[in-house]
């Protein structure tokens, strides 16, 4: 690995140390060369300000002391990485620095879903309506979802299968003096993006409680594309977490697979990656 | 004084058309005068909150806004909504309008499919009355809209027109029409639709200001007449009042608009003040103008007596009352400063005016044929002083024991007195506008508002999760504190963005740093301007509020501060401030400026009347007739629940001045009286005979013109009407009760007299009465004395008159001579005394009847030491009165030596003993 290619990810792994949500995906995409926004041009992202879904936007950025500059992203995205890797950015204040992190996350995605162009695909994907997705069908770790394994979590392999750590998010095991009322099919799967419930996992598989008022996950956006160059179209989930007490931070999760009835898995990525720290509260 | 009043009489043409001239002057003026009502004017100038609150407007800006009330059972209902929708555009295009602030505008900040979405809550029109209800439903859940812009209740909603900041030139009265002609077909849609604001209630204000002006000036002026009609009869006389003020109230008006001071709600009472007020002296100067000619004198020696009489009363007078207006200007507040130094130079043209016209008109027009049952009516005068002072005389005790009790039961209730300083209460009950406020305040948090500024001076303060937490804290106990409060900040609106973003009702504000980071990148600072500065290091909590009294305020803040100081993080200050704070603010100063006022002019007069009469307990025993009125009308301002507000702040000092005139007419012409008459008891029947008419017609004329205000629709003018001339009848009262009894107590030397002994500084030191003594010796002797005139051939006494005094010939001659009771002869003369000679003393030593009879040959003036007097000094300053006794037994001895002389020659033929050797 080269002098630079180390430099700019312990830079990116420094700078994604806090998230919650990014743990793995955020070392991932720091690596993730840049490259022209011609594969994949209808990737949305939250604009800045209004929240509206757009997929472009406008945004005032810091570059000095009383010094700013606008960038529209993600035409722009190489400026703006550039300058973060020069560090000619200018992050004074808490919503400079969020600022920032936000327009830096979004062009790492855009370049991470354009790594690959998107000719003579196969494709498997694009049929499986996602807004609706059984949580059965994800890579969802169990061993990492379920405390009280003997094992805990030393058995748990995020970079295998529940990667971005979606199970921190949902409340699991049923509380203390109740018992868990499974409901297995349409509990446990996503409505028109959401899920609301409480989850718990054993050996026979993920069991799930409706349970509208508890932290939940949505859906918030289903974007194709070759993640690994290996010419099987993928798809990449953004989750964002609801509910009391939950952070709005994207988890994104790539999956594939390779005919149209198997079970998603995460694709292989052909980067040598490291195990992020910790979700960090700062 | 007495000059100047002459030299007016002297040239009046030339004098009248200088006031002609001015007057011309003054009247060009009139067209830049204007109505204006400002809600700041109410306010403590340079108070140190007011100018924190400027800094904290500024931080954070400031609306001005008018609110437009819709009332109905179906608000959202579409076919009502299509046309609210065309009218709010309408008003978003006003040109005095920035913006408007409703459901269309504000945004219903929710998540469609995990994005943001900040369309307002009426982006798009709902279709059904359902969906309409469902929509007042979700915005009442918005803490910035409920109680603000929709009440709780859902049948009344509130559409903000925010106006543009530099709409100062903006009437209120044409953005008022403006406002009514839009709305207009809303009146046929909503069960009830009303514009409210500021602009409103100055606009009313304006409108029954100058509306007052019409009704309530000749009704002042009506009253005036009959009152001087019923009291002095004389057509002129009664005219006169009313030219002066006529013309003072130009030259007012004349400066006003030169000045640019504006007619406001306190102003405006200035004119018909100045026809009250002004018309005192005017009467004074008449009465005794009158009273000369009644007494045969020629119009020009009238008018000689009229300036000697009364030119240094009218002066000190004037200077009691100017200052009693003047009080009121040293007010922190600028409406009240405004009107005192308006009414106190309006009172200044109207003495300029008054001494200048009277004399020069009287020189003119004098000699006019009057009226002569004014005649009548002093002859039954002169005997009803005489009965009454007889019979306060003989049931002083009585008097002084029910006044006494008037005073303690007063007394009691002033602790019960009230304050109030809501400038909206200006308009009374009655009015539509203060109805409207009623009803806002009724279904919405209120027109009033202050804000709890916390601030750390660090950057990013308050997007810590800890310190969030700090300001949600304070607003929380505001808000437990009262649920009629509404509360609202920078936490409030970081709550909607969490609730959206996770998509809960109940998200709450967000708990971490990284939430707070997270929602900040979706936060419009412009959302949040108003709650929080642009590098969060300072935020602010507005509460708006319907508390009505300024106690439930001050308990209310004070709770607030209390809480703030015990709990609020120690790396935080908080402070309260705002409109609310700075009305309190204002009452403070209001109730120290009353203290002030009150305390000025009881002072100066004391200061005066002890000048005058070089006796300190003079001026204290003065002051009493007027402290009695101020209990009276605490009293009554705590029994009767007239709290304390803008007008009748004003009551007791600008009463209090015009009161006080009367005890110095008073006490000037018990003193001229005591110069002339051999006791006080027939100086006080003469005092109460030749003042009765003037104070008790100056009183009536003041009573009935206070009275008038009484009528004003505007509540602080009318109670100030009220409880003025409540302070002028009790004043009057006191003033032939209190003052009469008071000082038939004392002996009266006035300073006057001290001047004129000092111009015979060649007799007095000279005197063998004060031989040895200090000159302040002397004035001891002089304070204690009185002075007597007589004309030629006037007896100072006669055989057989009690010897009760010693005299000290001060200018004239006085014949001694010993009356033989044989008709036709002459009595021998035993001697006379001319300027620094005793006589009168051997009898008095002796304590026996006077044997001789003492004539004045010329026009004489004695200095009389009484009996009672010298025990005083004796008793007092037994030193002096040795100094004096050594002096009468030598005056004494020297005498008798000489009769010894006389009886030893051959021609001496005076056998018998005298008395006056």
């Not at chain 1, 920032?100 to 995605?109: G, H, I, M, P």
């Not at chain 2, 998540?111 to 307002?120: H, M, R, W």
């Not at chain 2, 004070?558 to 100081?565: F, G, K």
């Amino acid at each position: 690995m080269s002098h630079s290619v180390v430099a700019i990810r312990r830079r990116i792994g420094n700078f994604l140390a806090w998230r919650t949500a990014l743990p793995l995906l955020g070392g991932l995409l720091a690596l993730v060369p840049l490259r022209s926004a011609n594969g994949q041009d209808n990737v949305f992202f939250a604009e800045p300000i209004s929240g509206r879904k757009v997929s472009n936007y406008c945004i005032d950025l810091p570059v000095g002391q009383n010094q700013r500059k606008t960038f529209a992203i993600p035409r722009d995205c190489p400026s703006v990485l550039q300058l973060i890797d020069d560090g000619s950015f200018y992050r004074s204040s808490v919503l400079d620095r969020r600022i920032w992190q936000k327009v830096e996350s979004d062009c790492r995605y855009h370049g991470f879903l354009n790594r690959h162009p998107l000719e003579e695909m196969e494709d498997h994907v694009t049929t499986y309506d996602f807004m609706n997705a059984r949580l059965d069908d994800l890579p969802i770790d169990r061993r990492c979802a379920h405390d009280e394994m003997p094992e805990g979590r030393a058995g748990c392999n995020p970079s295998a299968t529940d990667a971005f750590g979606l199970l921190h998010h949902i409340p699991l095991g049923v509380p203390q003096g109740e018992s868990a009322t499974t409901h297995e099919g349409s509990a446990c799967q996503l409505h028109d993006g959401v899920f609301r419930g409480r989850l718990h996992v054993d050996a026979g598989g993920i069991h799930c409680d409706a349970e509208p008022n508890l932290p939940s996950l949505r859906l918030i956006g289903v974007d194709f594309a070759d993640v690994n160059g290996d010419r099987v179209l993928d798809a990449v989930l953004r989750f964002i977490p609801l509910g009391p007490g939950a952070v709005r931070l994207p988890m994104t999760l790539p999956v594939t697979r390779f005919n149209d009835s198997g079970p998603f898995t995460v694709p292989e990525l052909d980067l040598d990656l490291e195990r992020p720290s910790p979700p960090q509260l700062r | 004084m007495q000059h100047l009043l002459l030299q007016f009489a002297r040239h009046p043409r030339l004098w009248l058309a200088f006031l002609l001239a001015a007057s011309v002057l003054a009247a060009t003026q009139l067209g830049e005068l204007r109505v204006r009502v400002a809600a700041d004017e109410m306010l403590v100038i340079n108070d140190p909150q007011r100018a924190y609150y400027e800094k904290i407007k500024q931080a954070f800006g400031e609306e001005k806004v008018v609110l437009l009330i819709l009332e109905d059972e179906q608000l959202l209902a579409p076919e009502k909504l299509a046309v609210l929708k065309e009218v709010v555009d309408q008003l978003a295009g006003l040109p005095f309008v920035q913006r408007t602030e409703s459901l269309f505008s504000v945004p219903y900040v929710k998540s469609i499919e995990g994005y943001l979405d900040k369309e307002p809550y009426l982006a798009t029109l709902p279709d059904t009355p359902e969906a309409g209800a469902e929509l007042l439903t979700a915005a009442l859940k918005n803490p910035l809209i409920r109680n603000l812009l929709v009440s709780p209740g859902g049948n009344a909603m509130a559409v903000a027109i925010v106006l543009k900041d530099g709409n100062r030139g903006v009437d209120d009265g044409e953005l008022t029409t403006a406002v009514n002609r839009t709305i207009a077909p809303l009146e046929k849609t909503y069960t009830r639709v009303y514009p409210i604001g500021f602009a409103q209630v100055r606009s009313e204000l304006a409108t029954r200001i100058m509306a007052e002006q019409t009704t309530l000036m000749p009704l002042a002026v009506g009253a005036l007449l009959i009152a001087l009609f019923l009291l002095l009869r004389q057509l002129l006389d009664i005219l006169t009042p009313l030219v002066t003020a006529s013309v003072s109230i130009l030259w007012t008006f004349g400066l006003m608009g030169w000045l640019g001071i504006p007619i406001n709600v306190v102003t405006s009472t200035i004119p018909i003040l100045l026809i009250v007020v002004g018309s005192t002296e005017d009467i004074h100067l008449l009465a005794e103008f009158r009273h000369a000619q009644r007494c045969g004198d020629a119009k020009s020696a009238a008018l000689r007596h009229m300036a000697r009489r009364m030119g240094r009363t009218v002066l000190l007078t004037f200077v009691t009352t100017y200052a009693g207006f003047l009080s009121v200007g040293l007010s922190g507040i600028e409406v009240l400063r405004q009107f005192g130094l308006v009414a106190s130079t309006g009172l200044l043209f109207n003495f300029v005016v008054t001494i200048i016209f009277i004399p020069a008109a009287l020189s003119l027009t004098g000699h006019w044929q009057l009226d002569g049952r004014s005649r009548l009516f002093e002859e039954r005068m002169a005997k009803w002083a005489e009965r009454y002072w007889r019979f306060i005389d003989r049931h002083r005790r009585h008097a002084f024991v029910l006044l006494t009790a008037c005073a303690v039961l007063a007394a009691f209730g002033i602790p019960r007195i009230q304050i109030n300083h809501n400038p909206t209460d200006s308009l009374g009950e009655t009015s539509p506008v203060a109805q409207q406020i009623a009803r806002l305040n009724a279904q919405f948090a209120g027109l009033e508002s202050f804000s709890v500024v916390i601030e750390s001076g660090i950057q990013d303060t308050f997007l810590h999760a800890r310190y969030l937490q700090e300001l949600v804290k304070v607003q929380h106990f505001i808000q437990q504190m009262d649920t009629s409060l509404s509360a609202t900040s920078f936490a409030d609106y970081l709550a909607l963005l969490n609730g959206a973003f996770l998509e809960s009702e109940n998200a709450g504000i967000p708990r971490t740093n990284d939430e707070i980071a997270e929602l900040m990148i979706f936060l419009d600072h412009e959302r949040v301007s108003a709650y929080a500065n642009e590098d969060y290091s300072q935020v602010r909590i507005q509460v708006r509020h319907n508390i009505a009294t300024t106690h439930e305020l001050r308990k209310t803040l004070d709770r607030i501060r209390t809480y703030i100081d015990e709990n609020l993080d120690p790396g935080l200050s908080a402070r309260i401030t705002g409109d609310s704070t700075l009305t309190l603010s204002a009452t403070d100063s209001m109730i120290m400026g009353q203290l002030q006022s009150v305390l000025m002019i009881l002072t100066l007069f004391v200061l005066i009347v002890s000048f005058l009469f070089t006796d300190l307990r003079v001026g204290l025993l003065a002051a009493l007739p007027n402290i009695f009125p101020i209990i009276v009308l605490f009293g009554v301002m705590g029994y009767a629940g007239i709290p304390l507000n803008i007008g009748t702040t004003m009551a007791a000092a600008i009463a209090m001045g015009i009161a006080v005139d009367d005890t110095l007419h008073f006490m000037l012409r018990y003193n001229q009286e005591l110069r002339t008459s051999k006791s006080q008891s027939v100086a006080m029947q003469k005092t109460i005979y030749e003042e009765a008419l003037p104070v008790v017609s100056t009183s009536v004329a003041l009573i009935v013109g206070f009275l008038v205000f009484a009528q004003s629709g505007f509540t602080p003018v009318a109670q100030f009407g009220l409880l003025s001339a409540l302070v002028i009848s009790t004043a009057l009262v006191a003033d032939f009760v209190i003052t009469p009894l008071a000082m038939s107590l004392l002996r009266l030397v006035t300073l006057w007299d001290l001047l004129s002994s000092r111009l015979r500084h060649q007799i007095i030191p000279r005197s063998p009465l004060f031989r040895g003594m200090r000159p302040w010796q002397i004035r001891k002797f002089v304070l204690s004395s009185t002075l007597l005139e007589f004309n030629p051939g006037d007896y100072v006494y006669r055989k057989d008159d009690d010897s009760n005094a010693l005299y000290l010939v001060m200018k004239g001659v006085v014949e001694i001579t010993l009356p033989r009771g044989e008709p036709g002869s002459r009595d021998p003369i035993v001697d006379q005394f001319g300027s620094g000679q005793i006589f009168g003393d051997v009898a008095l030593l002796a304590n026996e009847a006077r044997k001789t009879n003492a004539v004045a040959l010329t026009n004489t003036t004695l200095m009389v030491l009484s009996r009672e007097a010298i025990a005083n000094v004796t008793f007092f300053h037994p030193f002096i009165a040795s100094r004096l006794f050594l002096n009468l037994a030598r005056d004494v001895s020297k005498r008798w030596v000489t009769f010894i002389g006389r009886v030893r020659t051959p021609k001496g033929d005076l056998q018998e003993e005298d008395e006056n050797p």
